[in-house]
Each structure stands twice: as C-alpha cells, then as structure tokens.
C-alpha cells in the first residue's frame, strides 16, 4: 500500500517558518490534486492547502498571504511553505494526494508546534 511520506516538521517561535514536504512511498500513476491538511488538538482535521496539477492553488482563509503550496509534478512532490507562524498554526500536518481514479493517499503526519 502506497503511502504519503510528510517531513519538514519541528518546533519553531512565533513569527519563524517552516518548509514540509511530502512524497510518495513508491509509485502513483497520474496524481491530479495535492494537499495539506492540519488537525489542531482536540479538533477535526481542515483544509490547509490544495494544488491541482496544473498548478492552481486554493487556500484558507487564514493561511492566505502566509503560506505557499507548490509541487514538482515529475517527482509527484508537494510542498508548504509557512512563513510568519502563529501559535494556532500548531498541529499535525497530514499530506493528500488524489490519483486520476479519485483514490485517496494519505501520510501519517508531521508536527508542526508554534511557541508564543
């Protein structure tokens, strides 16, 4: 079973940036759309970040101007650039890929923990 593998992750002050990125396992064929998704303590997890592979974006309202999606489609490689972090951006940030058949591919997450 082909899996997500997200890396990037840490601990930084209020303010700092982190930079993740995700790749696959092994082998998917024809990834369409890929995104982030963060799963703050103690709630459900929400949309971070999306990019088609044509390479159109959609953000939260919160991470807009803040954080920058990209993808390198020949190595079906996503990243998440977050520059001024706050401590609500503190949380499990989880990896998503949708191939050309709508399977899903998830990783099994990164720590991101913004200190105030």
């Known amino acids: 079973q082909v899996q997500l593998v997200e890396s990037g992750g840490g601990l930084v002050q209020t303010g700092g940036s982190l930079r993740l990125s995700c790749a696959p396992s092994?082998?998917?064929?024809?990834?369409?759309?890929m995104g982030w998704y963060r799963q703050a303590p103690g709630k459900q997890r929400e949309l971070v970040a999306t990019?088609?592979?044509?390479?159109?974006?959609n953000y939260a309202d919160s991470e807009k101007g803040r954080f920058t999606i990209s993808r390198d489609n020949a190595k079906n490689t996503a990243y998440l650039q977050m520059n001024s972090l706050k401590p609500e951006d503190t949380g499990i940030y989880y990896c998503?890929?949708?191939?050309?058949?709508?399977?899903?591919?998830w990783g099994q997450g990164t720590q991101v923990t913004v200190s105030s």
């Open positions: 998503n890929a949708i191939d050309w058949s709508r399977q899903n591919y």
């Open positions: 092994g082998s998917i064929f024809s990834i369409s759309t």
């Open positions: 990019i088609t592979r044509g390479g159109r974006t």
